[in-house]
Protein backbone atom coordinates (compact mmCIF):
# COMPACT_ATOMS: atom_id res chain seq x y z
CA UNK A 1 0.00 0.00 0.00
CA UNK A 2 1.11 3.18 -0.94
CA UNK A 3 0.71 6.62 1.79
CA UNK A 4 -0.83 9.30 2.07
CA UNK A 5 -2.09 11.33 -1.44
CA UNK A 6 -2.12 14.80 -1.35
CA UNK A 7 -4.09 16.79 -4.15
CA UNK A 8 -4.05 20.68 -4.79
CA UNK A 9 -5.35 22.55 -7.51
CA UNK A 10 -1.58 24.62 -8.65
CA UNK A 11 1.82 23.46 -8.87
CA UNK A 12 2.98 26.49 -6.43
CA UNK A 13 0.56 24.82 -4.06
CA UNK A 14 2.46 21.53 -4.81
CA UNK A 15 5.28 22.95 -4.58
CA UNK A 16 4.33 25.18 -0.52
CA UNK A 17 3.01 21.40 0.11
CA UNK A 18 6.35 19.35 -0.57
CA UNK A 19 8.27 21.88 0.85
CA UNK A 20 6.85 21.25 4.10
CA UNK A 21 6.57 17.19 3.98
CA UNK A 22 8.68 15.28 6.47
CA UNK A 23 7.55 11.76 5.73
CA UNK A 24 8.79 10.81 2.41
CA UNK A 25 5.73 8.54 1.65
CA UNK A 26 3.54 11.35 1.25
CA UNK A 27 2.56 12.26 -2.80
CA UNK A 28 1.59 15.63 -4.02
CA UNK A 29 -0.04 16.25 -7.35
CA UNK A 30 -1.50 19.01 -8.35
CA UNK A 31 -4.25 18.37 -10.70
CA UNK A 32 -5.87 21.42 -11.83
CA UNK A 33 -9.02 24.05 -10.89
CA UNK A 34 -12.65 23.26 -9.98
CA UNK A 35 -13.90 20.06 -8.93
CA UNK A 36 -14.61 18.42 -12.09
CA UNK A 37 -11.03 18.26 -13.03
CA UNK A 38 -9.27 17.67 -9.60
CA UNK A 39 -12.41 14.83 -9.20
CA UNK A 40 -12.01 13.28 -12.53
CA UNK A 41 -7.66 13.82 -12.10
CA UNK A 42 -8.24 11.90 -8.65
CA UNK A 43 -10.17 9.70 -9.31
CA UNK A 44 -7.33 8.37 -12.19
CA UNK A 45 -4.84 8.92 -10.01
CA UNK A 46 -6.27 6.66 -7.22
CA UNK A 47 -7.31 4.10 -9.75
CA UNK A 48 -4.13 3.63 -11.41
CA UNK A 49 -2.27 3.33 -7.76
CA UNK A 50 -4.92 0.71 -6.93
CA UNK A 51 -4.30 -1.61 -10.15
CA UNK A 52 -0.93 -1.08 -9.83
CA UNK A 53 -1.28 -2.93 -6.25
CA UNK A 54 0.02 0.40 -3.87
CA UNK A 55 -3.17 2.27 -3.29
CA UNK A 56 -3.36 5.30 -1.66
CA UNK A 57 -4.33 4.88 1.95
CA UNK A 58 -6.04 8.40 2.21
CA UNK A 59 -7.02 11.42 0.19
CA UNK A 60 -5.91 15.14 0.89
CA UNK A 61 -7.23 18.28 -0.46
CA UNK A 62 -4.91 20.94 0.08
CA UNK A 63 -4.67 24.39 -1.06
CA UNK A 64 -5.18 28.09 0.03
CA UNK A 65 -8.70 29.42 -0.27
CA UNK A 66 -10.79 32.50 0.97
CA UNK A 67 -11.96 32.79 4.21
CA UNK A 68 -15.20 34.79 5.69
CA UNK A 69 -14.43 37.88 7.54
CA UNK A 70 -14.99 37.15 11.20
CA UNK A 71 -14.55 32.96 10.84
CA UNK A 72 -11.29 32.62 10.11
CA UNK A 73 -8.04 35.03 9.40
CA UNK A 74 -6.13 35.80 6.36
CA UNK A 75 -2.96 33.33 6.88
CA UNK A 76 -4.62 30.86 9.10
CA UNK A 77 -5.22 27.52 8.54
CA UNK A 78 -8.85 25.66 8.22
CA UNK A 79 -10.01 22.34 8.55
CA UNK A 80 -12.21 21.17 6.93
CA UNK A 81 -15.24 18.66 8.90
CA UNK A 82 -17.04 18.71 5.51
CA UNK A 83 -16.75 19.73 1.68
CA UNK A 84 -19.90 21.07 0.25
CA UNK A 85 -20.96 22.05 -3.36
CA UNK A 86 -22.06 25.11 -2.50
CA UNK A 87 -23.78 25.72 -6.12
CA UNK A 88 -25.23 22.21 -6.54
CA UNK A 89 -28.73 22.45 -7.06
CA UNK A 90 -31.30 25.40 -7.99
CA UNK A 91 -32.27 28.51 -8.21
CA UNK A 92 -35.79 29.13 -7.31
CA UNK A 93 -38.01 32.19 -6.43
CA UNK A 94 -37.50 31.80 -2.21
CA UNK A 95 -33.85 30.96 -2.64
CA UNK A 96 -31.39 28.11 -3.77
CA UNK A 97 -32.53 24.94 -3.68
CA UNK A 98 -29.62 22.04 -2.68
CA UNK A 99 -29.29 18.96 -4.73
CA UNK A 100 -30.90 17.12 -1.92
CA UNK A 101 -34.17 18.99 -1.97
CA UNK A 102 -35.24 18.70 -5.07
CA UNK A 103 -37.02 15.34 -4.92
CA UNK A 104 -34.78 13.46 -6.57
CA UNK A 105 -33.93 9.52 -6.27
CA UNK A 106 -31.65 8.52 -3.65
CA UNK A 107 -29.70 6.78 -5.72
CA UNK A 108 -29.48 9.16 -8.42
CA UNK A 109 -27.88 11.86 -5.60
CA UNK A 110 -24.61 9.44 -4.94
CA UNK A 111 -22.80 11.15 -2.32
CA UNK A 112 -24.93 13.91 -2.10
CA UNK A 113 -23.99 17.77 -1.99
CA UNK A 114 -22.02 17.25 0.90
CA UNK A 115 -18.78 15.23 2.18
CA UNK A 116 -17.99 14.85 5.47
CA UNK A 117 -14.14 14.51 6.62
CA UNK A 118 -13.39 11.30 7.73
CA UNK A 119 -13.63 11.35 11.69
CA UNK A 120 -10.16 9.69 12.11
CA UNK A 121 -8.32 11.79 9.62
CA UNK A 122 -9.37 15.05 10.85
CA UNK A 123 -8.84 14.05 14.38
CA UNK A 124 -5.71 13.31 13.60
CA UNK A 125 -4.90 16.17 11.58
CA UNK A 126 -6.94 18.73 14.44
CA UNK A 127 -4.69 16.81 17.28
CA UNK A 128 -1.48 18.02 14.83
CA UNK A 129 -2.68 21.76 14.21
CA UNK A 130 -4.66 22.59 17.21
CA UNK A 131 -4.58 26.37 16.33
CA UNK A 132 -6.47 25.19 12.65
CA UNK A 133 -10.45 27.05 12.25
CA UNK A 134 -12.30 23.39 11.89
CA UNK A 135 -15.52 24.20 9.75
CA UNK A 136 -17.22 23.75 6.42
CA UNK A 137 -15.06 24.26 3.53
CA UNK A 138 -17.38 25.07 0.30
CA UNK A 139 -16.71 24.02 -3.48
CA UNK A 140 -17.54 26.75 -5.85
CA UNK A 141 -17.17 27.13 -9.70
CA UNK A 142 -17.38 30.91 -9.18
CA UNK A 143 -15.13 32.49 -6.99
CA UNK A 144 -17.57 34.77 -4.56
CA UNK A 145 -16.50 38.50 -5.39
CA UNK A 146 -19.13 40.57 -4.17
CA UNK A 147 -21.19 42.26 -1.00
CA UNK A 148 -24.50 40.78 -1.81
CA UNK A 149 -22.81 37.31 -3.06
CA UNK A 150 -20.99 37.35 -0.01
CA UNK A 151 -24.08 37.70 2.54
CA UNK A 152 -26.21 35.24 0.75
CA UNK A 153 -23.61 32.27 0.82
CA UNK A 154 -22.55 33.33 4.37
CA UNK A 155 -26.75 33.09 5.34
CA UNK A 156 -26.69 30.24 3.67
CA UNK A 157 -23.55 27.93 5.34
CA UNK A 158 -23.82 29.70 8.64
CA UNK A 159 -21.19 27.24 10.03
CA UNK A 160 -18.74 27.99 6.89
CA UNK A 161 -15.32 29.22 7.05
CA UNK A 162 -13.65 29.38 3.63
CA UNK A 163 -14.41 28.35 0.16
CA UNK A 164 -12.53 26.66 -2.44
CA UNK A 165 -12.84 25.01 -5.60
CA UNK A 166 -11.73 21.32 -5.99
CA UNK A 167 -12.24 20.09 -2.15
CA UNK A 168 -16.03 18.27 -2.68
CA UNK A 169 -14.55 16.89 -5.99
CA UNK A 170 -11.46 15.35 -4.60
CA UNK A 171 -13.83 13.99 -1.73
CA UNK A 172 -16.40 12.08 -4.14
CA UNK A 173 -13.58 10.11 -5.82
CA UNK A 174 -11.94 9.34 -2.37
CA UNK A 175 -15.37 8.08 -1.18
CA UNK A 176 -15.99 6.16 -4.27
CA UNK A 177 -12.89 4.55 -4.45
CA UNK A 178 -13.77 4.21 -0.40
CA UNK A 179 -10.91 5.75 0.98
CA UNK A 180 -10.79 8.34 3.78
CA UNK A 181 -10.91 12.58 2.81
CA UNK A 182 -9.79 15.01 4.58
CA UNK A 183 -9.60 18.70 2.93
CA UNK A 184 -6.65 21.06 4.61
CA UNK A 185 -6.84 25.07 3.17
CA UNK A 186 -4.81 28.11 4.48
CA UNK A 187 -6.42 31.33 4.10
CA UNK A 188 -5.06 33.88 1.23
CA UNK A 189 -7.80 36.34 1.32
CA UNK A 190 -11.28 37.69 2.59
CA UNK A 191 -14.33 36.19 0.90
CA UNK A 192 -15.79 39.57 -0.64
CA UNK A 193 -15.57 41.92 -3.26
CA UNK A 194 -12.61 41.17 -5.50
CA UNK A 195 -9.67 43.38 -3.98
CA UNK A 196 -6.45 41.77 -5.02
CA UNK A 197 -4.53 44.39 -3.00
CA UNK A 198 -6.09 42.40 0.16
CA UNK A 199 -4.50 39.00 -1.04
CA UNK A 200 -1.28 37.81 1.30
CA UNK A 201 -0.44 34.92 -1.18
CA UNK A 202 2.63 34.45 0.44
CA UNK A 203 1.51 34.68 4.35
CA UNK A 204 -0.76 31.70 2.59
CA UNK A 205 1.75 29.56 0.89
CA UNK A 206 3.75 29.68 3.86
CA UNK A 207 0.96 28.53 6.15
CA UNK A 208 0.55 25.79 4.38
CA UNK A 209 4.20 24.92 3.96
CA UNK A 210 4.06 24.84 7.95
CA UNK A 211 0.82 22.59 7.85
CA UNK A 212 2.32 20.44 5.63
CA UNK A 213 4.94 18.89 8.38
CA UNK A 214 1.87 17.07 9.65
CA UNK A 215 1.18 14.97 6.95
CA UNK A 216 2.11 11.54 7.16
Known amino acids: MSGLLVVTAVPAEADAVRAGLTDPSVTVVPVGVGPAVAGAATARLLALA ?29 LANRSVAADLGAESPAGFIPLEELGMPAELLGGGSVVPADPGLLGALRTALPAATVGTVLTISTVTGTAAST ?13 AMEGYGVAVAATQAGLPFAELRTVSNPIGPRDRDSWRMREAFAALTTAAAVLR
Open 50 to 78: EAAGRPYRAVVSAGIAGGFVGRVAVGGTV
Open 151 to 163: ATLADRHPDAVAE
